[in-house]
């Protein structure tokens, strides 16, 4: 019984969020400077955590083997 109260409630939920998305569509013409300049900087930070990681690993299984 609860999972398909829980399974009307989302499919709920995607119904809102797709009617929300295709209004928001509709009348949004475009990413402006600073949402490109944000997703840009968040997508540095992401790679350079992924590199300060690899390189944290590896550094670490070196001096495992000497």
């Known amino acids: ?4 109260v829980l399974l009307t ?3 709920g939920y995607l119904a809102a969020t ?3 998305w295709r209004e ?3 009348d949004d013409s475009g990413m402006t400077t600073l949402e ?3 997703i840009t900087l968040v997508l ?3 790679a350079t955590a992924f590199g300060l ?7 670490r299984r070196t001096n ?3």
């Open 64 to 66: 495992q083997i000497t």
């Open 9 to 11: 409630l989302f499919n």
């Open 53 to 59: 990681a690899l390189t944290a690993a590896i550094q």
């Open 1 to 4: 019984m609860n999972t398909l």
């Open 36 to 38: 490109t300049v944000i």
């Open 44 to 46: 540095i930070a992401v």
């Open 18 to 20: 797709r009617r929300a």
């Open 24 to 26: 928001r569509a509709e």
